[in-house]
């Protein structure tokens, strides 16, 4: 039970501050974990701690890096750390996104295992916990955020021996041969074991992760939802993340979207229309998903001219050459596949390479007659149950190897490694009635308008212990951002 303030820690801040020549802009950045929480945080109130990373972050916030968000309708403090271009080099694209991210992602050939990331890492997170001890009094939980900190609930915990810390890591958690590549892996877990509850998004990431621990310290005692270890217990359970749907549901359906959504349908000329939307990650299997409609329009060329394919994808962490090296791989795909079909009056697919605003990717949803949501392999993936929310009529390709599908089976699942079968499940969706559209879509809807943000929010509290006053306070009132 808490009286207190939930203090929430990720890296990813969730606005960010940017000059440009017409002077400072607040911008909203591309991602899961800040869609997911910023309405949590928005009903339950408290103090977000998060990387400053904005240009212009620094001159809007007071000394202590604190400021009131959102700007427009203050509802909670937003926290910023400084960090220096050697520790965002080292503890951000480093140990986060060039260790953790490839091996949690199966992508062990694309770690780099370097010390000095490591030790940068470590750094980092000494300095978030020192923040959160200024931040956190005894009375308030604390809820860290993703893989950027496995060392701080160990860490708080010899601080706030009786404290409520709790983690949820926000990707997959691979098998222990997978996991322990990581030279430093049994640091990491006895990090993660000072937590009183640990969150993954399904039952497999959490069998993974029991075994992995199992397997580094044989003497912890473990059953299938907690593990006893050093004379204290952490409890590791799956809750699958949700969006707000409430609010997904009302900002598609304002009549200034359906209006530009029509025209723009309209103007696009084609029968249909296929749809992706992602961050440009090479866990999300974009260049396979070109190959299948490539293979598509081969094997059935009277859609030829008949179906366009739009894909958005914003560039992200292009520090990294793993990443540039897949955005040159993927424009050079969507190159090919148009030189090879396009015609005067019709473009096959139709590339957007960044952030878009998300007024548009609402009409986006909107117009789509099929999504294809194929990662390699993803923690979640909300793009999939935004889509179902606000297109009533549409069909969902799902990976068999995003989260989402532990939920969402009634999808249409395919193999994102299977480019043949990707492009059979094309045909399947696209020559569906609008009847069967619509009996596939509603119960997927259905699922997601129950297992929404809040129901995550409520579950994850109620397994923790944790009661919030403040969301207590705001009953069973939503909360629509911007309306
Ligand atoms: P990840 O957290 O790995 O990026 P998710 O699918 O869980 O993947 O979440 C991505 C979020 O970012 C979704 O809310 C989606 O709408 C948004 N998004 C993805 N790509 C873009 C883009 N190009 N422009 C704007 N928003 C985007
Ligand atoms: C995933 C990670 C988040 C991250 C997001 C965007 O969802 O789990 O921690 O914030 O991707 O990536 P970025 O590196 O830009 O924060």
Redesign the pocket.
């Known amino acids: 039970m808490s009286d207190g303030r939930l203090i929430v820690v990720s890296n990813r801040e969730p606005y960010i501050h940017e000059r440009n020549k017409r002077g400072i802009r607040c911008k909203t950045p591309?991602?899961?974990?800040v869609?997911a929480l910023d309405p949590v945080m928005q009903r339950v109130r408290g103090v977000w701690i998060a990387w400053g990373s904005g240009n212009a972050d620094a001159e809007m916030a007071d000394e202590k890096g604190r400021l009131q968000v959102p700007e427009n309708n203050p509802r909670y403090t937003l926290r910023r750390i400084w960090l220096d271009p050697k520790e965002v080099n080292e503890y951000y694209y480093g140990f986060s996104n060039r260790v953790i991210w490839p091996v949690c992602h199966l992508f062990q050939e694309k770690a780099w295992l370097l010390p000095e990331y490591w030790e940068t890492y470590k750094k980092v997170n000494q300095r978030f916990v020192d923040a959160t001890l200024e931040e956190a009094g005894p009375e308030d939980p604390i809820w860290l955020q993703d893989v950027h900190f496995s060392l701080m609930p160990s860490a708080l915990r010899e601080e706030l021996p009786d404290s409520n810390i709790a983690l949820f890591w926000?990707i997959p958690f691979p098998p222990w041969e997978t996991f322990s590549c990581i030279p430093w892996r049994r640091e990491m877990l006895e990090g993660l074991l000072g937590a009183n509850l640990l969150g993954f998004h399904t039952s497999s990431y959490v069998a993974n992760f029991l075994n992995t621990v199992q397997k580094e310290f044989p003497e912890a005692q473990i059953s299938s939802s907690a593990i006893r270890y050093k004379g204290r217990t952490t409890r590791v359970r799956p809750f699958p993340i949700g969006?707000d749907y409430v609010n997904y549901r009302a900002l598609s359906s304002r009549e200034n979207i359906r209006r530009r959504a029509n025209q723009l349908r309209h103007k696009m000329n084609v029968q249909q229309i296929i749809l992706g939307?992602?961050?440009l990650?090479y866990?999300?299997g974009i260049l396979n998903r070109f190959l299948a409609f490539e293979r598509f329009l081969d094997t059935h060329p009277r859609y030829l001219g008949k179906v366009s394919f739009i894909q958005?994808?914003?560039p992200?962490r292009s520090a990294i050459s793993e990443y540039r090296e897949m955005k040159r791989q993927i424009e050079e795909t969507v190159g090919r596949v148009n030189g090879k079909f396009q015609r005067p009056q019709w473009t096959p697919v139709i590339y957007?390479s960044?952030?878009?605003?998300?007024d548009e990717?609402m009409m986006l949803y909107r117009i789509a007659d099929v999504a294809m949501v194929t990662p390699i392999i993803?923690?979640?993936?909300?793009?999939?149950k935004?889509y179902v929310t606000v297109n009533d009529n549409g069909v969902l390709i799902l990976s068999e190897f995003a989260g989402a599908s532990e939920e969402m089976e009634s999808a249409i699942i395919v193999n994102p490694y299977d480019v043949e079968s990707m492009a059979k499940a094309l045909e399947k969706a696209l020559s569906m009635t609008s009847e069967e559209r619509a009996r596939h879509i509603e119960p997927l809807r259905k699922l997601v308008k129950e297992h929404d943000i809040f129901w995550w929010l409520n579950t994850f509290l109620e397994e923790w212990g944790v009661k919030m006053e403040s969301l207590e306070a705001s009953g069973g009132q939503r909360i629509v951002a911007g309306a």
């Open positions: 591309v991602g899961g974990l869609t926000h969006i939307v992602d961050r990650d866990t999300k958005v994808a914003s992200t957007i960044r952030h878009v605003p998300t990717i993803d923690g979640m993936n909300l793009v999939a935004e």
